[in-house]
Protein backbone atom coordinates (compact mmCIF):
# COMPACT_ATOMS: atom_id res chain seq x y z
CA UNK A 1 0.00 0.00 0.00
CA UNK A 2 0.93 3.77 -0.37
CA UNK A 3 0.35 6.29 2.12
CA UNK A 4 -0.07 9.81 1.59
CA UNK A 5 -0.57 11.34 4.99
CA UNK A 6 -1.98 15.06 5.01
CA UNK A 7 -2.81 18.13 7.49
CA UNK A 8 -1.98 21.61 7.66
CA UNK A 9 1.21 21.21 9.63
CA UNK A 10 1.60 21.27 13.25
CA UNK A 11 -0.97 18.30 13.55
CA UNK A 12 0.96 15.34 14.39
CA UNK A 13 2.88 14.18 10.97
CA UNK A 14 5.74 13.95 12.29
CA UNK A 15 4.14 11.48 14.56
CA UNK A 16 2.21 9.77 12.33
CA UNK A 17 5.49 9.32 10.26
CA UNK A 18 7.28 7.85 13.49
CA UNK A 19 4.32 5.44 14.47
CA UNK A 20 3.62 3.80 10.56
CA UNK A 21 7.64 3.92 9.68
CA UNK A 22 7.91 1.60 12.49
CA UNK A 23 5.31 -1.45 11.25
CA UNK A 24 7.08 -4.06 9.89
CA UNK A 25 8.29 -3.55 6.14
CA UNK A 26 7.27 -0.26 5.89
CA UNK A 27 9.09 3.19 5.13
CA UNK A 28 7.47 6.25 5.89
CA UNK A 29 9.00 9.51 4.62
CA UNK A 30 7.73 12.95 6.19
CA UNK A 31 7.92 16.16 3.36
CA UNK A 32 10.76 13.95 1.80
CA UNK A 33 10.56 16.40 -1.73
CA UNK A 34 9.91 20.31 -0.65
CA UNK A 35 12.27 21.69 -3.03
CA UNK A 36 10.10 20.02 -6.36
CA UNK A 37 7.00 20.93 -4.53
CA UNK A 38 3.71 23.75 -4.77
CA UNK A 39 1.02 23.59 -3.01
CA UNK A 40 -1.04 23.41 -6.58
CA UNK A 41 -0.48 23.11 -10.46
CA UNK A 42 2.70 21.43 -10.61
CA UNK A 43 1.73 17.73 -10.82
CA UNK A 44 4.74 15.94 -12.51
CA UNK A 45 7.16 16.00 -9.15
CA UNK A 46 4.01 14.32 -7.31
CA UNK A 47 2.91 11.65 -9.90
CA UNK A 48 6.47 11.05 -10.15
CA UNK A 49 6.38 10.18 -6.48
CA UNK A 50 3.62 7.75 -6.59
CA UNK A 51 4.81 6.10 -9.93
CA UNK A 52 8.33 5.18 -8.03
CA UNK A 53 6.18 3.91 -4.93
CA UNK A 54 4.36 1.75 -6.75
CA UNK A 55 7.54 0.45 -8.58
CA UNK A 56 9.31 -0.33 -5.58
CA UNK A 57 6.31 -2.58 -4.15
CA UNK A 58 6.53 -4.42 -7.39
CA UNK A 59 10.27 -5.40 -6.02
CA UNK A 60 11.87 -2.30 -8.46
CA UNK A 61 15.23 -0.75 -7.16
CA UNK A 62 14.73 1.59 -4.15
CA UNK A 63 17.34 3.80 -4.97
CA UNK A 64 15.39 5.07 -7.98
CA UNK A 65 13.11 6.72 -5.33
CA UNK A 66 13.88 10.73 -6.24
CA UNK A 67 13.82 12.66 -2.77
CA UNK A 68 15.69 15.62 -1.30
CA UNK A 69 19.02 14.63 -0.06
CA UNK A 70 19.66 18.06 1.58
CA UNK A 71 17.11 16.91 4.30
CA UNK A 72 19.10 15.27 6.84
CA UNK A 73 15.82 12.80 8.15
CA UNK A 74 15.25 12.32 4.42
CA UNK A 75 18.93 11.00 4.34
CA UNK A 76 18.35 8.77 6.68
CA UNK A 77 14.99 7.61 5.84
CA UNK A 78 16.18 7.15 1.92
CA UNK A 79 19.18 5.04 3.11
CA UNK A 80 16.77 2.52 5.54
CA UNK A 81 14.64 2.43 2.64
CA UNK A 82 17.69 0.84 -0.01
CA UNK A 83 18.53 -1.43 2.91
CA UNK A 84 15.39 -3.13 3.24
CA UNK A 85 14.96 -6.28 1.28
CA UNK A 86 10.98 -5.55 1.15
CA UNK A 87 8.83 -3.05 1.17
CA UNK A 88 4.88 -3.61 2.01
CA UNK A 89 4.35 -0.28 2.80
CA UNK A 90 6.28 3.00 1.52
CA UNK A 91 4.58 6.82 1.84
CA UNK A 92 5.27 10.04 2.41
CA UNK A 93 3.20 12.45 4.87
CA UNK A 94 3.06 16.44 3.86
CA UNK A 95 0.55 19.02 3.80
CA UNK A 96 1.18 20.08 0.18
CA UNK A 97 0.00 16.86 -1.76
CA UNK A 98 -3.72 18.47 -0.79
CA UNK A 99 -4.48 19.18 -4.21
CA UNK A 100 -3.21 16.42 -5.88
CA UNK A 101 -5.32 13.95 -4.28
CA UNK A 102 -7.39 13.53 -7.40
CA UNK A 103 -4.71 12.93 -9.82
CA UNK A 104 -2.91 10.24 -7.32
CA UNK A 105 -6.19 8.39 -7.34
CA UNK A 106 -5.84 8.69 -10.93
CA UNK A 107 -2.72 7.86 -10.85
CA UNK A 108 -2.49 4.43 -8.69
CA UNK A 109 -5.39 2.13 -6.84
CA UNK A 110 -3.06 1.39 -4.25
CA UNK A 111 -2.95 4.58 -2.43
CA UNK A 112 -4.21 5.27 0.77
CA UNK A 113 -4.52 9.28 2.58
CA UNK A 114 -4.33 9.67 6.14
CA UNK A 115 -5.37 13.48 6.82
CA UNK A 116 -4.80 14.56 10.50
CA UNK A 117 -6.88 17.20 11.78
CA UNK A 118 -5.70 19.32 15.55
CA UNK A 119 -8.10 22.18 17.12
CA UNK A 120 -8.13 25.48 15.19
CA UNK A 121 -6.81 27.76 17.77
CA UNK A 122 -3.84 25.47 18.55
CA UNK A 123 -2.61 25.20 14.80
CA UNK A 124 -2.65 28.62 14.65
CA UNK A 125 -0.25 29.48 17.55
CA UNK A 126 2.13 26.59 16.51
CA UNK A 127 2.51 27.81 13.18
CA UNK A 128 2.86 31.29 14.49
CA UNK A 129 5.46 30.14 17.08
CA UNK A 130 7.12 27.84 14.01
CA UNK A 131 7.48 30.46 11.67
CA UNK A 132 9.20 33.08 14.68
CA UNK A 133 12.90 33.59 13.95
CA UNK A 134 14.62 32.58 17.49
CA UNK A 135 17.89 34.23 18.48
CA UNK A 136 19.74 34.52 21.22
CA UNK A 137 20.15 38.25 22.96
CA UNK A 138 23.45 38.79 21.70
CA UNK A 139 22.62 37.73 18.13
CA UNK A 140 18.92 39.43 18.39
CA UNK A 141 21.27 42.36 19.18
CA UNK A 142 23.66 42.41 16.49
CA UNK A 143 20.92 41.38 14.04
CA UNK A 144 18.98 44.51 14.98
CA UNK A 145 22.15 46.64 14.85
CA UNK A 146 23.18 45.16 11.41
CA UNK A 147 19.92 45.88 10.45
CA UNK A 148 19.92 49.64 11.30
CA UNK A 149 22.83 50.55 9.83
CA UNK A 150 22.62 48.55 6.55
CA UNK A 151 19.11 49.74 6.43
CA UNK A 152 17.86 46.22 5.56
CA UNK A 153 14.72 44.64 7.56
CA UNK A 154 14.95 43.18 10.77
CA UNK A 155 13.01 40.03 10.35
CA UNK A 156 10.53 38.51 13.50
CA UNK A 157 8.96 35.79 11.31
CA UNK A 158 8.35 33.69 8.10
CA UNK A 159 5.08 34.20 6.39
CA UNK A 160 4.53 31.28 4.42
CA UNK A 161 0.63 32.56 3.57
CA UNK A 162 0.31 35.79 2.48
CA UNK A 163 2.01 37.18 -0.35
CA UNK A 164 4.58 39.64 0.33
CA UNK A 165 7.44 41.80 -0.81
CA UNK A 166 9.85 40.55 1.76
CA UNK A 167 9.85 44.00 3.68
CA UNK A 168 8.37 42.99 7.13
CA UNK A 169 8.45 39.13 6.83
CA UNK A 170 11.77 36.69 5.45
CA UNK A 171 10.76 34.91 2.02
CA UNK A 172 11.31 31.49 1.86
CA UNK A 173 12.27 30.06 -1.65
CA UNK A 174 11.51 26.43 -0.45
CA UNK A 175 8.75 26.95 1.49
CA UNK A 176 6.48 29.74 0.61
CA UNK A 177 5.20 28.27 -2.96
CA UNK A 178 4.49 24.78 -0.71
CA UNK A 179 1.71 26.92 0.88
CA UNK A 180 -1.95 28.57 -0.37
CA UNK A 181 -1.54 32.53 0.00
CA UNK A 182 -4.70 34.17 1.31
CA UNK A 183 -5.70 38.05 1.75
CA UNK A 184 -5.52 39.23 5.04
CA UNK A 185 -5.06 41.85 7.57
CA UNK A 186 -2.94 39.83 9.56
CA UNK A 187 -0.49 36.89 9.50
CA UNK A 188 -2.62 35.02 12.15
CA UNK A 189 -6.15 35.67 9.81
CA UNK A 190 -4.03 34.25 7.41
CA UNK A 191 -3.12 31.14 8.82
CA UNK A 192 -7.29 30.67 9.95
CA UNK A 193 -7.90 31.03 6.62
CA UNK A 194 -5.76 28.10 5.53
CA UNK A 195 -6.65 25.92 8.17
CA UNK A 196 -10.47 27.07 7.30
CA UNK A 197 -9.86 25.80 3.45
CA UNK A 198 -7.48 22.92 4.34
CA UNK A 199 -10.28 21.02 5.82
CA UNK A 200 -13.44 21.93 3.71
CA UNK A 201 -11.30 20.50 0.82
CA UNK A 202 -10.46 17.70 3.59
CA UNK A 203 -13.96 16.82 3.75
CA UNK A 204 -14.73 17.21 0.26
CA UNK A 205 -12.33 14.28 -0.64
CA UNK A 206 -13.62 12.02 2.49
CA UNK A 207 -16.96 12.15 1.46
CA UNK A 208 -16.44 11.58 -2.31
CA UNK A 209 -13.35 8.98 -1.54
CA UNK A 210 -14.77 7.04 1.75
CA UNK A 211 -12.46 4.25 1.04
CA UNK A 212 -9.41 6.01 0.50
CA UNK A 213 -9.52 8.65 2.40
CA UNK A 214 -9.99 9.69 5.66
CA UNK A 215 -9.84 12.58 8.38
CA UNK A 216 -8.58 11.33 12.14
CA UNK A 217 -8.18 13.71 14.91
CA UNK A 218 -4.72 14.52 16.50
CA UNK A 219 -6.18 13.09 19.49
CA UNK A 220 -6.25 9.59 18.03
CA UNK A 221 -2.41 9.61 17.41
CA UNK A 222 -2.11 8.75 21.66
CA UNK A 223 -4.50 6.28 22.21
CA UNK A 224 -4.28 2.69 21.27
CA UNK A 225 -7.95 2.46 19.59
CA UNK A 226 -6.81 5.40 17.47
CA UNK A 227 -3.56 3.74 16.63
CA UNK A 228 -5.30 0.72 15.53
CA UNK A 229 -8.20 2.87 13.56
CA UNK A 230 -5.41 4.16 11.17
CA UNK A 231 -3.35 1.16 10.92
CA UNK A 232 -6.56 -0.39 9.90
CA UNK A 233 -7.32 2.11 7.73
CA UNK A 234 -4.17 1.97 6.16
CA UNK A 235 -4.26 -1.93 5.63
CA UNK A 236 -1.63 -3.08 8.31
CA UNK A 237 -2.01 -6.54 9.11
CA UNK A 238 -3.37 -7.00 12.85
CA UNK A 239 -0.83 -9.05 13.91
CA UNK A 240 2.75 -8.19 14.80
CA UNK A 241 1.94 -4.40 14.98
CA UNK A 242 4.16 -1.84 17.17
CA UNK A 243 2.49 0.20 19.10
CA UNK A 244 5.63 1.80 20.78
CA UNK A 245 4.38 5.47 22.04
CA UNK A 246 6.05 7.68 19.08
CA UNK A 247 4.27 11.30 20.36
CA UNK A 248 6.17 13.87 19.40
CA UNK A 249 4.04 17.38 19.12
CA UNK A 250 2.40 17.51 22.69
CA UNK A 251 -1.20 19.65 22.07
CA UNK A 252 0.03 22.56 23.88
CA UNK A 253 2.74 23.48 21.74
Known amino acids: ?18 L ?15 SSMRFSDTPAPVLNTIKEFGAIL ?28 KVSHIGDIAFYYL ?12 VRFVCLKRDRSATIKSWQKKAAIRRWTS ?17 KSKNF ?15 DKCFPSFEADSME ?3 GKYYDYYYAEAE ?34 KKNRNMEDVWVHRIKE
Open 189 to 191: EAI
Open 20 to 34: LGLQPETIILHEMNP
Open 1 to 18: MIIIGLGTGRSGTTSLAG
Open 58 to 85: DGGDPSFLTADLGRTPTVASYDKLCAMP
Open 204 to 237: KYQEKFPDVFQIFSLEELNTEDGKHAIMDFCGFD
Open 161 to 175: WMDHDGSRWLPDAVW
Open 139 to 155: KWLADRFSSFIQRIPFY
Open 99 to 110: TYVEDIIATSDK
